[in-house]
């Protein structure tokens, strides 16, 4: 069973950065897909940048180039550097594990994925 713990959420201004967290236990995370959603209230939680497990990415349109997804297999850690922040990045940011098929694929469905965190809420405003 694996579980995952996000931090490094607050309040930023616009333009700022913040890199979240998102700490695994239970198991290994070597072989495993990893991603990061977002969550506003009223709508779905979609994908903002998917790593699957041969090493493929997808960024969602709007975060390509600001957003960068990393993982230390050795710390069983996934992160995701955000920079040049917007109000519209402003959710709760969920950490996933564990999905399978074509890397697009897994962002644009939350219900491949079997692992999730608790999620830490991000606020970018003036």
């Known amino acids: 069973q694996l579980q995952l713990a996000e931090s490094g959420g607050g309040l930023v201004q616009p333009g700022g950065s913040l890199r979240l967290s998102c700490a695994a236990s239970g198991r290994t995370l070597d072989y495993d897909a990893v991603a990061w959603f977002r969550q506003v209230p009223g709508k779905e939680r979609e994908g903002v940048v998917c790593l699957s497990s041969d090493g493929s990415l997808y960024y969602e349109d709007s975060v390509k180039g600001r957003f960068t997804i990393s993982k230390d297999n050795a710390k069983n850690m996934v992160y995701l550097q955000m920079n040049n922040l917007k109000p519209e990045d402003t959710g709760a940011y969920y950490c996933?594990?564990?999905?399978?098929?074509?890397?697009?694929?897994?962002?644009?469905?939350?219900?491949?994925?079997?692992?999730w965190g608790q999620g830490t809420q991000v606020a970018v405003s003036s």
């Open positions: 996933a594990g564990d999905a399978a098929g074509a890397v697009q694929n897994m962002c644009r469905s939350s219900g491949r994925w079997s692992y």
